[in-house]
């Protein structure tokens, strides 16, 4: 999937470009050179910071993000090589063939939507900050009610299989925990037999514990030295209640209640997922920050700017919030959902900030390549908009529609990881990229390029930059 979005992603950039250089009576083959020195640039820096932001895994916790990122690195960089290798000189020994049937790339789209709305962006840049930033921010608000939830199970299967329906009348006269039971084993310290009063002692202490429903008599190993008990929870195994229980008072309680010389283990799969969560924060704490620390570098390095590349950060934070919150909305709020799938804010990562990033960058590259021509900050927006805008309209429809197909899959999972990477692709794309981002450019003015600020200020003078003088050629 990963592979996919950004194969598009390229593909259109490079595609958009090499039709505009067609367009101005240039031969297929020097229309071709002149894309990819335009769009090369745009397109490695968007894949080193989809790389960086893979290879950032490398510090999770967790042993299958630290071999999914490595291996997705890898792969983006095979499409990005093959995005400015294999496919310019296939396309350019096409030449205009490859539109065929269509003749349309012979004459320049009017695009009058397009570029009426770019011009309104560019008059009023600070009413289209405004409402596409409060679209983010009063989505983003709804991040913080997520509620994660451990029930793969339930969440996987229809309610009526025969296993769910097994499981709810298992569970009308037993504790909810007796799917899937709790093990504490309680182990002496030297070796020695666990005494009668120590076993009788610690079962009458797990039963006070919070979220205990019953405690089975303990089985002990040959040499006595170790106590296995089963204790069933009150709550589902799988749920969020069950996981906070024993993290919070389960745990640290049988820790605490070990009879001297000994200590306890507690395990089993609500311990299972106590452990994954625990890891998973300490992934937000250290990988986000660090993925945001490369990928601040990268734009640096790209657009020659300490000031752009802030703000492209929080708008790709805010696009992040939003997409979460919009999935508490329609699963929590509307659908009356316990929870999203815990590993869901991972896959948003995965996707949602690689991915939205491209458009991000394709958008300000175009604006710097028009203040760079000595445009004003209004009308370099409006100009970037109406030739960005529809590249980035048409790869963001592709892959929000094709990952929104995965709602339909009857799967409560499935039906949660499409429509957050649909959603936030679309945010990504149709808010972030086309509204944001350009918008909070043309109020910063040229002061969102400084240190570059010495050539714009030779441009204003009357010298013309070389990108200028190569577009009047």
Known sequence: MVLFGIGTDYILFLMFRYRERLRDGQNPKQAMVEA???????????????IAAFLALLLSTLSVLRSIGPALAIAVAVTLIAGLTLVPAVVSLLGPRVFWPSK?????????????????????????????????????????????????????????????????????????????????????????????????????????????????????SADRATADYTVTLSYNPESTAAVNVLKNGLRPGAHAAAPTGTYALVGGTTAVFADIQRAVNHDYAVVFPTAAIIILLILALLLRSVVAPWYLLVSVGLGFGATLGASVLVFQDLRGEAGLVFLLPVYMYLFVVALGTDYNILMIARLREQARNGMPPGKGAAEAFRHAAPTIAAAG????????????????????????????????????????????TALIGRRAWWPGHARQARTRAGQQPQESREAAQ
């Open 36 to 50: 990819v020195e335009r769009v090369g640039e745009v397109i490695a820096s968007a894949a080193g910071v989809v």
């Open 104 to 220: 349309s790339w012979k004459q320049a789209p009017k695009g009058a939507r397009f570029a009426a709305i770019g011009r309104a962006l560019g008059r009023r840049p600070a009413i289209f900050a405004g409402a596409s930033g409060l679209v983010l921010i009063v989505l983003a608000i709804g991040a913080f009610s997520y509620k994660p939830t451990f029930d793969l199970s339930s969440a996987g299967i229809p309610s009526n299989a025969e296993s769910q329906t097994a499981l709810k009348t298992l569970e009308e006269g037993l504790p909810a925990g007796a799917t899937d039971p709790t093990d504490i084993l309680l182990h002496t310290n030297s070796g020695r037999p666990l005494t009668t009063a120590q076993l009788t002692t610690y079962t009458a202490r797990l039963k006070t514990l919070p979220g205990v429903g019953a405690v089975a008599p303990p089985k002990l």
């Open 397 to 440: 429809l592709i892959l929000a529609g094709t990952f929104a197909s995965l709602t339909l899959a009857g799967n409560t999972i499935l039906s949660q990881l499409g429509f957050a990477v649909s959603c936030g692709i679309a945010l990504a794309a149709f808010v972030m990229a086309m509204f944001f981002s350009p918008s909070l």
